[in-house]
């Protein structure tokens, strides 16, 4: 039986405005391992979520973007290069966080979960293009489509704004497959033709004693 005293208020769905079609400062603020179903499946799969915190610019309205916050899915949890597309998404954003690329001893040793979480904190710049959603086309979302390194040092985020950051998330639902990233190691896998087809801060940190 339910206490008498609780009260079950009306709330309104919080919407954002979108942000422009433009690159936008961004602080990693956190980096989570989920498990998600297959898309027309009923498998389960590994997705890592890179979720970022914009540290300036404006939405189409001209309103300040700042503590935004945006994120990155992606599979697979490993390093790779496509003859068509490139380097991965987890190629890409390693890269741009520690604005270098990877030596060959770093690809042949893989990305560890300690070092993609030593990574926290770090800047960058994310490429936004305005998408629709797959489930309702009449919704639009904003889209990370590439990954650049920091150009100067932002302001990084305060105390404050990650205090509300925080309890922003909090509130959030949360998928209960959701784990750490400890838990991941990613490194370099071989893969079919057929298998590519499938796959579509302010922490002062030195990148010479990223744990690699």
Partial sequence: MLNDNITFEKKEAKTFTLLKNDIYPA???????EAKQKYQSTEMENVLSFEFAVLGG????G??????LLAKNFIPTFLYISTKKG??????????????????????NGI???TINFLTGKQCRLLLEKGASKNDPNK?????????PADSEYQP?????????KEYKANRVKPAEQQSVSNLTASIQELTPEELNEIEGGNDINVDNIPF
Avoid at 58 to 61: G, R
Avoid at 63 to 68: G, L, P, V
Avoid at 88 to 108: D, G, H, M, P, S
Wanted: overall charge negative; glycine content about 0%; charged content about 35%.
């Fill in 63 to 68: 309103k300040d973007a700042r503590t935004r």
């Fill in 157 to 165: 985020l305060s105390a404050e704004e990650k205090e509300q950051i």
């Fill in 112 to 114: 560890t979960s300690k």
């Fill in 58 to 61: 404006k939405d189409i309205e």
């Fill in 27 to 33: 602080q990693l603020i956190d980096v989570n391992l």
């Fill in 87 to 108: 380097k991965n998404w987890l190629y890409k954003i390693v890269e741009a966080l520690i604005n270098r690329e990877l030596t060959q001893e770093e690809e042949a």
């Fill in 140 to 148: 639009s979302f904003s889209n990370i489509v590439n990954i650049l």
